[in-house]
């Protein structure tokens, strides 16, 4: 009977762990950036991707400040980032 329940006790802690895992998993995949190239998980403050070096931030040209390659405008000090586009 007490080794039956030290099995049911472990088995529960396993399945906890597998699930907060697979959760921490999920939240990460939900709040993470993706390489646009490659598509490996990259942090908001990666420059480059750390596999295959695809360029995901810039200086902006007019303050020298890091900005998101898809990002229009700067938002440090408004200057257009890219040109001849429209909307
Ligand atoms: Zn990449
Ligand atoms: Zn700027």
């Known amino acids: 009977m007490t080794l ?3 099995v049911a006790i472990i088995l529960i802690i396993y399945y906890l762990f597998i699930y907060k895992e697979a959760y921490k998993n999920i939240f990460g995949q939900i709040n993470g950036k ?3 190239n490659c598509g490996n998980p990259i942090e908001s403050n990666y420059n ?3 596999v295959c ?3 995901l931030r810039k200086k902006c040209p007019d303050c020298g400040k890091m900005v998101d390659i898809n990002w229009k405008y700067c938002p440090y000090c408004e200057v257009q980032l890219r040109k001849g586009e429209n909307g």
């Open 53 to 55: 070096k695809e360029t």
């Open 4 to 6: 039956l329940f030290l």
């Open 34 to 36: 993706k390489c646009p």
């Open 48 to 50: 480059v991707c750390p």
